[in-house]
């Protein structure tokens, strides 16, 4: 079996791992600062909710794609399913982020902790938007 890892070296690739990390680090992040200790419960609104939601289900997309590229080879990243997932992804980071960053200037505790993360989702959506990019500019050559 042949793995295709020179991928990785790739734009698409470094965009993909970039997406990877941030997701991890968002899903992360937004469950241990709505974890309330006293209750040992998750205490959260709607808009976390669907943040978390569109994180958590991008980041394993986005996982399962790079390990299909890497087992598949060097044409994953042009196939109309890698097209339409980037401007879907793009699509729900846009609509959740929105969503997400109003909700916490409005009724957040710590709007520090809204602010960065909402940085990070925001920095997902140009990776997003970045790889779609990328797949659509060599059918254009």
């Known amino acids: 079996m042949t793995y295709y890892t ?10 993909k791992m970039f997406q ?18 006293q209750e040992m419960a998750y205490t959260f609104r709607l808009d976390t909710v669907l943040m978390a939601m569109t994180a958590f289900t991008f ?13 598949d080879g060097p044409m994953h990243g042009f196939s ?7 401007v879907f992804a793009v699509f729900c980071y846009l ?3 929105t969503g997400y960053l ?5 009724y957040g505790v ?17 990776a ?6 990328l797949a659509y500019k060599t059918l254009l050559e």
């Open 6 to 15: 020179s991928y990785i070296r790739t734009p698409s690739g470094v965009l």
């Open 20 to 37: 990877i990390l941030v997701g991890l680090v968002i899903v992360i992040s937004l469950m241990k600062y709505n974890y309330d200790q």
């Open 59 to 71: 980041l394993l997309v986005s996982a399962v794609l790079l390990l299909c590229a890497l087992l």
């Open 80 to 86: 109309v399913t890698y097209r339409l997932l980037n």
């Open 95 to 97: 609509l959740s982020t």
């Open 102 to 106: 109003a909700s916490e200037f409005r």
């Open 110 to 126: 710590d709007w520090h902790f809204g602010l960065s993360t909402g940085l990070l989702c925001i920095g997902n959506t140009v």
């Open 128 to 133: 997003y938007g970045g790889n779609t990019f």
